[in-house]
């Protein structure tokens, strides 16, 4: 993370009090920070390179047992691009959101944001990933096989990005008033 | 001899239409064929026309919502049996209509495209609903082709979101309207130019029609650097 996020980073901290799955977490030395919850649910931010161990912690662990992958999505947030997680606890019958945010800033022109791949040893991730790269353009490394999935393999951009522009061509050129 | 080589590719790529030249004229050739053959249809074309309008087979493709109703205007209730319709096939190759029910995006064109160049000719399109008139509410969406008739002729429209299946019915009265008073010259001259059934190329997902050009520029290209005229293209180049 950059150094302009440290401030906001401890403003947050004394605002939102970790709930009971970021006390997990941080009992077994993950830090992670808490999100404004999300309808209810729990949500927490973490940082890139502790995401394989919290997730693993997270499904293995008895008591939380958050071990169904509801999806994975994107978001091109103003600032960030976040690659956000929904878990599901089928003996808890509870939820917890993740997101894992990475600043505008520290993307190179031309790149696309670096996130770690859950595929390797969270299957259901596999082609959600995909998704979420041929849709927002995230790239997860470590992705056995990070493909479009839903539109053709040519696909230029990523359609759900704030900044894309499609090009117009004879099969879209009939609605003079697209919003496009 | 550079010259000539350079200019194959770019000369090749145009199809003329074949022209007869004056000393053949007399000959018997495929026209005169032809021209028997109209006069002949003057007097089949009647006949084969109502048989044929009396069993326009569709294609089963839905690729959406409007499928449903397809569906259901084949079931007992509406029963398009009544008009000669009965059996939805599943291959292009024994269907004279397609029934575009759906949506059609852009992953899903190619396949469209191929399909309808299977059916055997004489063949008929119905554009059901309004995603396959104009996109429909899909309209502005990065991914929907707006409308079939950017990618196939459409011979009846049918909007609605989706039509009942009296519009399917109606639509379908309308087509048979339309083959029973076409001749076939008139087939003929509205006749659908093949481009290629293997449209793209499977392996790498483009069209094949890319894929030669490619090719040729390639080979333009090494031509002209191998003789010495490769100003332009180092242009190009930097
Ligand atoms: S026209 Fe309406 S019902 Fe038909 S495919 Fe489009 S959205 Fe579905």
Not at chain 1, 13 to 22: N, R
Not at chain 2, 100 to 116: C, E, F, S, W
Not at chain 2, 168 to 187: F, M, N, P, V, Y
Request: aromatic fraction near 8%; glycine fraction near 6%; proline fraction near 7%.
């Amino acid at each position: 993370m950059s150094e302009g996020h440290e401030p906001e980073k401890a403003e947050a901290k004394d605002e939102l009090k970790a709930g009971p799955f970021g006390q997990f977490l941080e009992e077994h030395g993950i830090p992670s920070r808490r999100l404004p919850d999300s309808c209810g649910v729990e949500t927490i931010e973490l940082d890139g390179k502790h995401l394989e161990a919290a997730m693993k912690r997270l499904r293995n662990s008895h008591e939380i047992a958050l071990n169904f992958l509801v999806s994975v999505a994107g978001v091109d947030s103003p600032e960030t691009y976040d690659s956000v997680y929904h878990l599901w606890s089928y003996s808890n019958l509870n939820e917890l959101v993740v997101k894992v945010r990475v600043p505008k800033a520290s993307v190179p022109e031309d790149r696309l944001p670096l996130v770690p791949s859950l595929a390797p040893f969270w299957p259901a991730a596999n082609w959600h990933e995909r998704e979420t790269y041929d849709l927002v353009g995230i790239r997860y490394v470590g992705h056995p096989y990070l493909r479009r999935i839903l539109n053709p393999w040519d696909w230029e951009g990523h359609p759900l990005r704030r900044d894309y522009k499609q090009l117009v061509d004879a099969l879209n050129d009939k609605n003079q008033f697209s919003m496009r | 001899m550079s010259e000539t080589d350079a200019k194959i590719p770019s000369g090749a790529s145009e199809s003329v239409p074949v022209s007869i030249p004056e000393e053949l004229k007399d000959t018997v050739t495929l026209t005169t064929l032809d021209k028997a053959i109209e006069l002949l249809s003057s007097a089949v074309d009647p006949v084969a026309n109502w048989a044929r309008s009396n069993s326009v087979w569709p294609l089963t493709f839905g690729t959406s919502c409007c499928a449903i109703e397809m569906m259901c205007v084949g079931m007992s209730a509406f029963d398009i049996s009544r008009f000669g319709s009965e059996v939805f096939r599943a291959t292009p190759r024994q269907a004279d209509l397609i029934i575009t029910a759906g949506t059609i995006t852009r992953k899903m064109a190619p396949a469209l495209v191929t399909l309808y160049e299977q059916l055997p000719e004489p063949k008929y399109v119905i554009a059901m609903g309004a995603c396959t008139v104009t996109g429909g509410m899909f309209n502005d969406s990065y991914s929907v082709v707006q409308g079939v008739d950017r990618l196939i002729p459409v011979d009846v429209y049918l909007p609605g979101c989706p039509p009942r299946p009296e519009g399917i019915l109606d639509a379908l009265l309308k087509l048979q309207q339309k083959i029973r008073t076409e001749s076939l010259a008139e087939r003929r001259k509205r006749a659908y130019r093949q481009r290629a059934v293997r449209y793209v190329d499977y392996d790498t997902g483009r069209p094949v029609e890319d894929l030669v050009a490619e090719a040729r520029m390639e080979t333009a290209e090494a031509l002209a650097e191998a003789t010495g005229y490769a100003l332009d293209h180092q242009v190009r180049k930097v």
